[in-house]
T-cell receptor, first 115, second 112 residues
C-alpha cells in the first residue's frame, strides 16, 4: 500500500528566508502524481504545486519549487522569500495515475513565519 | 466566478439524523469530489464524480451517498449520522480527474 510521510510536524522560518519541507512516499507504481497543498487558518485547501512522476524536470510555481527524487521517493517543497501569508499547514499528497478512488495525504507540516 | 461553494459552514446533528451537504461549482468542471478531514490528518476521499450522472466510491464511502444530476452540483448525503462522522468536509472540482485543484471552504460537522 502506498504511504506518504511528512517527518516535520512543525517548522519555523524567518520572513524573507528560504525553507524546505520534506515529504517521502512509498509506492511500487511508476506512474503517479505528487502534490503539495496549503491549508491556512481559513481552512480552505489550496493546491500549491504538482508534479507528474514521468516528468524529470522539477515543478516550479513562483516562489514555490519542488525537489523530486523519484528513485529516492522524495518530494520536498522549497519556499523562497518566505512571506507572512505563507504561514499554514502544508500537506504532501500522492495519487496513482491509474486509479481515481484514492488519494493519500501526509499528516502535514505546520509552517510558522517569524517576522 | 464564485469557484466552489459549500453550505452550510457549520452543522450539529444528533445521532441518527440525516442531512445533505451542498456543493456547487461554476467553472464547468466535469470532475468533483468529496473529502473528509479528521483532526491531525490529511484528507480522505469519500465519493467522486467524473461527470453528470456518474458517481463512484472513494476510500471511505460508508454512511454517505452522492448524486450528480447537473455538472454544477454534487451534494453529499448522510443517511443516519454517527459520531464517527464528526469531521470537516471538503468538496473539490477540477478539469482533471486525478488532480484535485479547487476546494470549497469546508463544512464543519459535529454529530452528538
Amino acid at each position: 500500500a502506498q504511504t506518504v510521510t511528512q517527518s516535520q510536524p512543525e517548522m519555523s522560518v524567518q520572513e524573507a528566508e528560504t525553507v524546505t519541507l520534506s515529504c517521502t512516499y512509498d509506492t511500487s507504481e511508476s506512474d503517479y502524481y505528487l502534490f503539495w497543498y496549503k491549508q491556512p487558518p481559513s481552512r480552505q485547501m489550496i493546491l500549491v504545486i504538482r508534479q507528474e512522476a514521468y516528468k524529470q524536470q522539477n515543478a516550479t510555481e513562483n516562489r514555490f519549487s519542488v525537489n523530486f527524487q523519484k528513485a529516492a521517493k522524495s518530494f520536498s517543497l522549497k519556499i523562497s522569500d518566505s512571506q507572512l501569508g505563507d504561514a499554514a499547514m502544508y500537506f504532501c499528497a500522492y495519487r496513482s495515475a491509474n486509479r481515481d478512488d484514492k488519494i493519500i495525504f501526509g499528516k502535514g507540516t505546520r509552517l510558522h513565519i517569524l517576522p | 466566478n464564485a469557484g466552489v461553494t459549500q453550505t452550510p459552514k457549520f452543522q450539529v446533528l444528533k445521532t441518527g439524523q440525516s442531512m445533505t451537504l451542498q456543493c456547487a461549482q461554476d467553472m464547468n468542471h466535469e470532475y468533483m469530489s468529496w473529502y473528509r478531514q479528521d483532526p491531525g490528518m490529511g484528507l480522505r476521499l469519500i465519493h467522486y464524480s467524473v461527470g453528470a450522472g456518474i458517481t463512484d466510491q472513494g476510500e471511505v464511502p460508508n454512511g454517505y451517498n452522492v448524486s450528480r444530476s447537473t455538472t454544477e452540483d454534487f451534494p453529499l448525503r448522510l443517511l443516519s449520522a454517527a459520531p464517527s462522522q464528526t469531521s470537516v468536509y471538503f468538496c473539490a472540482s477540477s478539469y482533471s480527474p486525478r488532480i484535485p485543484e479547487y476546494f470549497g471552504p469546508g463544512t464543519r460537522l459535529t454529530v452528538t
